[in-house]
C-alpha cells in the first residue's frame, strides 16, 4: 500500500472512529438509564449492541496501529501527532481537530464506563447484602480453592 494510501485510510479511520465513538457515548450513557432501573432485558439488547460497536472499534485502533507503522511511524498517539506534523497545511487542519475530538471522546466513553461499573458494583453489593446479611464494604473472601463461598 502506497504511503498516499496509508493516509487516505488514517483520515477515513478517524472520521469514522468520531461517529462510532459518539454512538458508544450514547450506548454508555444508555446503559446508565438502564443499570438505574434495573432493565435487565434492555441491558442484555443494548450489551450485543455494544459488543459489535467495541469489535469495530478495536479492528479500526488495529488497523491504524499497521498504517502507521507502515509509514515508519510509532504507533501511538505520538506517531499521530508526528505524522499529522508532516502533513500539507490543510490536510493539518481537517485532521488536527478530529484528532483531538476522538481524543476526547474515548476518554468521556472510558469515564462512563466507570461510572456504570461502579453503579453495577453498587448494585451488587446491595442485593448480596439483602439476601446474604454481608457487609457491603468488603468482597466475599475466596477460599484457597477459588470459589467464593456462596
Known amino acids: 500500500m502506497s ?7 488514517i ?33 442484555t439488547e443494548l450489551l450485543s449492541r455494544q459488543q459489535s460497536l467495541l469489535s469495530r ?14 509509514l515508519g511511524l510509532d504507533a501511538s498517539d505520538h506517531g499521530m501527532r508526528d505524522l499529522m506534523n508532516r502533513l500539507p497545511t490543510p490536510l493539518t487542519t481537517r485532521l488536527t481537530p478530529q484528532w483531538k475530538q476522538l481524543q476526547q471522546l474515548v476518554t468521556q466513553c472510558q469515564q462512563q464506563n466507570d461510572i456504570n461499573g461502579r453503579l453495577l ?11 446474604y446479611g454481608e457487609p457491603s464494604s468488603d468482597y466475599a473472601p475466596v477460599t484457597p480453592g477459588g470459589n467464593v463461598p456462596y
Open 11 to 43: 483520515v477515513s479511520g478517524v472520521q469514522i472512529d468520531l461517529a462510532d465513538y459518539q454512538q458508544l457515548k450514547r450506548l454508555l450513557n444508555e446503559q446508565h438509564s438502564l443499570l438505574r432501573r434495573r432493565d435487565v432485558r434492555a441491558l
Open 57 to 70: 472499534l478495536r479492528d479500526s485502533a488495529g488497523q491504524r496501529t499497521q498504517l502507521l507503522s507502515q
Open 3 to 9: 504511503p498516499k494510501e496509508c493516509l487516505q485510510q
Open 121 to 131: 458494583v453498587t448494585q451488587y453489593e446491595v442485593i448480596r447484602r439483602m439476601l
